[in-house]
């Protein structure tokens, strides 16, 4: 495909694309439009006008559902439904719900269905869960903007860091073209005047458009940034329009806790819906391994050994993870190590609670008292394989061991990779 990114959707993206065909191609403009509409998925462009028409005006229904409980008295599941122009699928991936403003504790159940797993505190706060997570429908399905999710796309916003005043702000690019926005959501105090001419420094336009937002609406105050002349140019109308739209109140299904909404999607597949993950037991051990985290409806339980590692090993370990957890370390390796790092830091406070072991200790371990670097890659690959046996010979054989000795033997893998001149 010419541009380079997914499909176009709409006709406004099929129309961009033309664009860009008609540039590359020399072609004139109506072939243009059919190329595009062709790489679309459709026969022509008169084809892709009459099909997505259609689908505007049929509209695609999405449920999202969310549970609450207040103690012991009351509880309950709230479910609402929204019209889309187009398929759920069409507006955001699998993937990027984490990302997205507002989508961040859904999990897409089916096609049509999202559900927030972990309990709310009440049903009034449930509600509001489900109408904030509607409105980040609604501005992709708007805009065709969707969540960022790889550095790549990440990268250029990074400037951003440096902008007075920042507050709530999430990262975005064009579905069609791979172009970015940044959208940051302060509060009316910061100093506007300031904010723009930091844009003004930069060649950073600022979108001006009467919306009220993402995050808190009437409170916040949105500011959309872009550098792309046509998305610049675009987002006003969208948006206003979405404004246009109004927000609307709870009209959604009230029922019980223990039921399960099933949509259409699912009910179409005949694949039966699996249960809410719910915590294992406290002090019920498994397979060698002990439940820990979270305790509420909707929480998988973590696992640690079940017999505790010695407190002399784990002030071994720290310090070598502290030195391996730095910046010159590769990015993804150096996340894996910070997991492995935060995960035993859980198990010591676990295994030594209360008085079994001094601040002192607990400083000495994990993220306490400074530890220089390991740089060189030959010290750093020693550090890994001495931390992996010090695991094994730690604790008995066990998922949750085994797990971490897994990671560090990845991390092994690619930093010995690069070691010898092949690419991580």
Partial sequence: ??????????????????????????????????????????????????????????????????????????????????????????????HQFTAAR????????????????????????????????????????????RPATTQKQERPMRVFDGLPGRDHQSYWFDGDTGAWVFLDEPYPH?????RRAWAQQRDIRIVSAKWDGLHNPGSAVPYVFCVDETLADRLP????????????????????????????????SGAPRRPRPMPAPRGVARNGALPYGGRGAGQSSLWRPAKR?????????????YALDHESFPGPQRRTIGRVRSTLDDWLQLEYPGDEMSSEQFNEAYYGKYREPIVAR????????????????GYPSCGPRDKLISLLANVETRLGKSASGKPL
């Fill in 190 to 194: 910061v100093d506007v005047e300031q």
């Fill in 1 to 94: 495909m010419s541009s380079g990114f997914s499909k176009p959707s709409t006709l406004d993206g099929i129309k961009r694309l033309a664009k860009n065909i008609k540039r590359e191609r020399n072609i004139p403009h109506h072939l243009a439009l059919d190329t595009a509409a062709v790489e679309a998925g459709y026969q022509n462009i008169r084809h892709a006008q009459e099909q997505l028409q259609a689908r505007i005006a049929q509209g695609f229904k999405v449920f999202l559902t969310a549970y609450w409980a207040a103690g012991r008295a009351e509880a309950g599941r709230e479910t609402l439904s929204i019209q889309l122009p187009k398929p759920l699928g069409d507006i955001i991936a699998r």
């Fill in 378 to 393: 030959a010290a750093q690959l020693d550090a890994i394989r001495s931390i992996a046996t010090k695991l094994r010979d």
């Fill in 309 to 321: 590692m010695s407190l002399e090993t784990h002030l071994t370990i720290g310090p070598l993870l």
């Fill in 237 to 268: 109308g969208q948006l206003e329009r979405l404004q246009a739209s109004g927000e609307r109140g709870w009209d959604g299904e009230s029922a019980s806790y223990f039921s399960q909404f099933v949509g259409p999607a699912r009910q179409a």
């Fill in 102 to 145: 507002n989508l961040g504790w859904f999990h897409l159940e089916s096609a049509d269905h999202l559900e927030r797993r972990i309990d709310l505190n009440s049903q009034a706060t449930a509600r509001d869960v489900l109408l904030t997570a509607a409105r980040t429908l609604h501005f992709m399905a708007a805009t065709g903007l």
